[in-house]
Each structure stands twice: as structure tokens, then as C-alpha cells.
């Protein structure tokens, strides 16, 4: 029997375990199931934002390197190993995030987001083209870095 439901604008967090006490109990009567249809949805978004922002941290720093041959240093080499790792991870985790990889759009949010944080670190100007230059491989390749 439930006492004094809280509810999802109330408090998620005692929302969400109230949800999964009722679920474990069969009780699916009693279930806020439009907010528990969000929260998966937001499950999903979260992933692919994680992966996204992953990637564009790992553009940045290729341009970074590319862009500022003098300031190379074994923290970019570590950040790039590093964002290479969480993305196969990413990958190996969430299938489905490899798509993707094959979305123009999705390229394109990424490189712009890249692009921008290369910007906002550099204070660079740099004439980028409007595509990433790389092929997903390079990208993703622990040995590859532009020259």
C-alpha cells in the first residue's frame, strides 16, 4: 500500500525510487507511466550526448594538434588516448551509438561543437573547412594523429 505518493515535479529522485519499489512489486496500477516513458527516452539522449561530446573533445584536441605543432605535449597525447577509449567503450556499451558514426548530421554537430571548443581553448582563427577532413578511422585510430 502506498502512503503519500511524491510525486516526479516533486522530488525525481524519491519519484524514481518509489517507480522501481512499485515495479519490483507488481504493483503497475499505481505506476506514473508518462514520467517513466520520459526518463527512458532521457536515458537514451543522455548516451548519445555523452558520445557526441566525446567525440567533439576528441576533434578539438586533433586540432589542437594539428593546429599548434609547438605546444604538443603528452596531455593532448593523453586526452586523445583517453576520448578514443571512451568511445569504443561508448560503442561496446551502446551498440546502437555506432550509427552514428555513419549520420551526416550528426558529424557535422560534432565537428561544429569540435570546432568551437578548439576555438574557445586557442583563441585560434583558424580557416576550418566546413566538414571534418578525416574519415571516421583516422578519427578513431589510437595510432593516428593529423600532421
Same mark, same amino acid.
Given at each position: 500500500?502506498?502512503?503519500?505518493? @511524491?510525486?516526479?515535479?516533486? %522530488? @525525481?529522485?524519491? /519519484?524514481?525510487?518509489?517507480?522501481?519499489?512499485?515495479? #519490483?512489486?507488481? #504493483? !503497475?496500477?499505481?505506476? %506514473?507511466?508518462?514520467?517513466?516513458?520520459?526518463?527512458?527516452? %532521457? @536515458?537514451? *539522449?543522455?548516451? *548519445? #550526448?555523452? !558520445?557526441?561530446? #566525446?567525440?567533439?573533445?576528441?576533434?578539438?584536441?586533433?586540432? *589542437? /594538434? *594539428?593546429?599548434?605543432?609547438e605546444r604538443r605535449g603528452s596531455s593532448w597525447e593523453k586526452t586523445i588516448k583517453a576520448q578514443r577509449v571512451a568511445l569504443a567503450d561508448c560503442m561496446d556499451d551502446t551498440p546502437s551509438l555506432k550509427a552514428s558514426l555513419d549520420d551526416a548530421r550528426w558529424w557535422r554537430r560534432a565537428w561544429i561543437d569540435g570546432q568551437g571548443q578548439f576555438e574557445r581553448e586557442t583563441g585560434l582563427q583558424v580557416d576550418l573547412p566546413e566538414e571534418c577532413p578525416w574519415t571516421t578511422a583516422e578519427v578513431l585510430s589510437q595510432g593516428w594523429k593529423p600532421e
Open positions: 500500500m502506498m502512503v503519500n505518493p @511524491v510525486s516526479y515535479e516533486q %522530488d @525525481v529522485v524519491a /519519484w524514481a525510487n518509489e517507480q522501481a519499489r512499485l515495479l #519490483r512489486a507488481g #504493483r !503497475f496500477d499505481l505506476l %506514473d507511466i508518462e514520467h517513466i516513458a520520459d526518463e527512458i527516452e %532521457d @536515458v537514451g *539522449k543522455s548516451e *548519445k #550526448r555523452e !558520445f557526441a561530446n #566525446r567525440m567533439a573533445l576528441l576533434l578539438a584536441h586533433l586540432l *589542437k /594538434w *594539428k593546429h599548434q605543432p
